[in-house]
């Protein structure tokens, strides 16, 4: 391959990872075509790039974005699911496509800008609920006592109209 070639897929992959929330890295061979199809199809509605990268970019590419202690736990062939807009997206869509569809893929790990997370760390973060269902909580938490006081007056009001 030639070093433009080479220079050429080291800056896609920087261009990926600038200012992403998160990332998964995948093991993909061995994965029927229309398995990971089917993935690349749900990681695309979430707005998360799925890359096959070559391990020797992908390392290169993250030294120079400074992510150098995440790129010494790429090893094999992997694939990698970068998310910009919701830091446990990646996670949970790969997370519940393995589990739902049953295909024989791996979770390598993922990485956070400042940290990189092993399978497991990976799993529990898929857990976690969304952003948007994060903010319905909050706002049922601040809402729960302000209806518990309606209704408590409510009642008041009906016991005094009834006597």
Same mark, same amino acid.
């Given at each position: 391959?030639?070093?433009?070639?080479?220079?050429?897929?080291?800056?896609?992959?920087?261009?990926?990872?600038?200012?992403?929330?998160?990332? =998964? #890295?995948?093991? +993909?061979?061995?994965?029927?075509?229309?398995?990971?199809?089917?993935?690349?199809?749900? &990681?695309? /509605?979430?707005?998360?790039?799925?890359?096959?990268?070559?391990?020797?970019?992908?390392?290169?590419?993250?030294?120079?974005?400074?992510?150098?202690?995440?790129?010494?736990?790429?090893?094999?062939?992997?694939?990698?699911?970068?998310?910009?807009?919701?830091?446990?997206?990646?996670?949970? =869509? #790969?997370?519940? +496509?393995?589990?739902?569809?049953?295909?024989?893929?791996?979770?390598?790990?993922?990485? &956070?800008? /400042?940290?990189?997370?092993?399978?497991?760390?990976?799993?529990?973060?898929?857990?976690?609920?969304?952003?948007?269902?994060?903010?319905?909580?909050?706002?049922?938490?601040?809402?729960?006592?302000?209806?518990?006081?309606?209704?408590?007056?409510?009642?008041?009001?009906?016991?005094?109209?009834?006597?």
């Amino acid at each position: 391959m030639r070093k433009s070639v080479k220079a050429e897929k080291i800056s896609e992959i920087q261009q990926c990872l600038t200012g992403f929330q998160s990332a =998964v #890295v995948t093991t +993909y061979q061995g994965i029927k075509t229309s398995d990971l199809v089917g993935l690349r199809h749900k &990681l695309r /509605e979430n707005n998360i790039e799925y890359k096959v990268v070559k391990n020797t970019f992908v390392r290169r590419a993250m030294k120079e974005l400074g992510y150098h202690a995440h790129s010494e736990n790429i090893d094999g062939p992997v694939a990698i699911a970068v998310g910009h807009e919701d830091m446990t997206a990646p996670m949970k =869509v #790969v997370s519940d +496509y393995i589990e739902k569809s049953g295909i024989n893929m791996e979770i390598v790990g993922g990485f &956070l800008p /400042e940290q990189w997370l092993s399978a497991d760390d990976v799993k529990v973060y898929a857990k976690l609920p969304s952003k948007e269902q994060s903010y319905f909580m909050i706002a049922y938490l601040f809402q729960a006592p302000m209806r518990g006081l309606a209704i408590a007056l409510n009642k008041v009001a009906e016991q005094k109209a009834a006597a």
